[in-house]
């Protein structure tokens, strides 16, 4: 009951999480496109009002005119209710900490411990995984504090967060399992963007807020810097997102997360990613002749990718030889017993399958092939140490007795 149970949690809070990160991203892609989009005002009515920029957009049959303030409007009159941008960053958070602690927290031993690379306690591991985002959080925001500002500033911020980054990959890589690592990595710069949002950019915004409606006079140019931050805070957000997205998702393809130089793979895809990403925020910018042509961007973006696909390609297969005896259920049977029981027999049951019966072997036979042979993700961070050579019976059994075991 308990599996089943987990296996809902999971679910849903998946469910969840996907839906609230969508809202996120969806929101922090378009203000970047809205700020590379605003034009200065040639009215004099905004200019009056201190109108930074504005534009015109058309969308589901209504005509939009965003305006940005860079502090408030002339007088600090907002005659409407004020929306915050904020909700969408906590429960994205709070939904995948969840699902986190649901998946690999609570099954550290199976999702988190990889004893081939380090036999370590789940409890040690998973507090060593909640270290990585604390830590990484620290690290960022004192690189940024102390570089941020000054001359070639982002560059440096930039520079150095290659390099953490980097140590960061490979370190996870090499003490927890593949698919853990990859996750913990995109966990740990998603605490980062959330982290920003909560620390920074809000907080900033509520004490501009509140001395704008104070009624009493204010410094407008004291107050920018907390626009400058969180305008800093939030463009680092958006170079994060891609890198974060390919780390999330990695985890569901082996091939990525088994390869023996993983470390580098991600790094690189992430690297990708954000190249990509810098393509198009600085799209909008030259479109209105405020930036260069960004197409060296895309480009190395998409040829870094293709050089990672060229170099993880599979070895030629080869030649066959004489077709190999089939195996049967008899010959099969051991395996499952010392590989698979522990979480799919009469004790326990993941993801509500059992396979301690000729029936239930035979009625999940694709399925077990394509996690056992094809993937190789069963058993999970090869808990229980299945060989090359069981995969390679397990593949034989399916290919020529897989419809009657």
Known sequence: MEAYLLDWANLLLRWLHVIVAI???????YFVFLDNNLLAPTADDLKKK?????????????????QKYMVAPQGGIIDSKLHWFYWESYSTWLSGFALFCVLYLWNASAFLVDKQLLDWSPVAAGVAAVGFMVAFWFIYDTICRVFGFRPNGERIVAALLIVVVALATWLACHLFSG???????????ATSMSANVFFWIIPGQRKVVAAMTSGQPYDADALAIHGKRGKQRSVHNTYFTLPVLIAMLSNHYSFLYSHPQRWLVLVLMMLAGALIRQFFVQRHGWRHGRASNPWPFAAAGVVI?????AWMR???????????????YAQLKPILEQRCYSCHG????MKNLRLDSPESVKSH????????????????????QMTDAERQLVARWFEGQGSRP
Do not use: C
């Open 23 to 29: 809202a996120w991203i969806g929101s922090s892609f």
């Open 365 to 384: 036979a694709q399925q077990i092939y394509q996690q056992v042979v094809v993937t190789k993700i069963m058993p999970l961070s090869n808990a229980t």
């Open 305 to 309: 990718l293709l050089g990672v696909i």
């Open 50 to 66: 201190g109108v930074n920029g504005a534009m015109w957009a058309v969308h589901g049959g209504g005509f939009y005119n965003p």
């Open 314 to 328: 599979p070895a030629p297969a080869p030649a066959a030889a004489a077709a190999p005896a089939a195996v049967d």
């Open 179 to 189: 698919r853990a690592a990859f996750l913990i990595i995109g966990a740990m710069l």
């Open 346 to 349: 009469e004790a326990v049951q």
